[in-house]
């Protein structure tokens, strides 16, 4: 069993539409990453949380610790959005990232 | 600021050749690493540097090397290429490595093809 796991692996959406990205995890965090992957390759990072939930435009991320589980969220969503969306756990200890594998989204007009 | 550069973008070698993908950062950035993505897979790290002259191992290492010779730079050198190193290569740098409380951030991605 794969430390990070994403669901769902692929989705696809209409544009408007109120989209959730899930990550688990299997170890103990002091850090996770939400990371956006266009489809030209480049990786930019959207949020770093050890806690509670972040807001950035229409994006939103929480994260549960006790239930070691974090949400990726897009309100309204636009095909601007469609992206691979990867989440990233930094352990306890250390200085590595384990990713997950990836929720490929698709946002048609 | 450029942020975190690599060459070259796209690279085909025959095997048992070597090359040397480069990394660089003008951020000043202690925490430097290289993954590589394959089809299926999550990233996976390769190598990784906490600062200048210290390099460890990461989660797939054989075949590569490193090394940390300067805070900026980050080079990571394939020894004798083989067709299972056929994969997209990242460099990344943060801020803070320990705990990976830092944003990271990515290079453009090197493409590489071993035949």
């Known amino acids: 069993k794969n430390e990070v796991e994403q669901s769902p692996q692929n989705l696809t959406a209409q544009e408007g539409e109120f989209i959730t990205i899930n990550c688990s995890y299997s170890v103990g965090i002091s850090a996770l990453h939400w990371l956006q992957q266009h489809p030209g390759g480049g990786i930019v990072s959207l949020f770093m949380l050890s806690s509670g939930k972040k807001k950035h435009g229409r994006l939103i991320a929480t994260i549960n610790i006790q239930e070691k589980h974090s949400s990726l969220h897009i309100t309204a969503s636009h095909p601007r959005d469609s992206a691979v969306y990867i989440c990233?756990?930094?352990?306890?200890?250390?200085?590595?990232?384990?990713f997950g594998e990836g929720t490929q989204l698709t946002v048609n007009p | 600021n450029a942020g975190v550069t690599q060459t070259p973008k796209f690279q085909v070698l025959k095997t048992g050749q070597s090359m040397t993908l480069q990394c660089a950062q003008d951020?000043?950035?202690?925490?430097m690493s290289w993954y590589r993505q394959d089809p299926g897979m999550g990233l996976r790290l390769i190598h990784y540097?906490?600062?200048?002259?210290?390099?460890d191992q990461g989660e797939v290492p054989n075949g590569y090397n490193v090394s940390r010779s300067t805070t900026e730079d980050f080079p990571l050198r394939l020894l004798s290429a083989a067709p299972s190193q056929t994969s997209v290569y990242f460099c990344?740098?943060?801020?803070?490595?320990?705990?990976?409380?830092?944003?990271?951030?990515f290079g453009p991605g090197t493409r590489l093809t071993v035949l």
């Open positions: 990344a740098s943060s801020r803070q490595g320990a705990n990976n409380r830092g944003e990271q951030f």
């Open positions: 540097s906490v600062g200048a002259g210290i390099t």
């Open positions: 951020m000043n950035h202690e925490y």
């Open positions: 990233a756990v930094g352990g306890t200890s250390g200085s590595r990232l384990t």
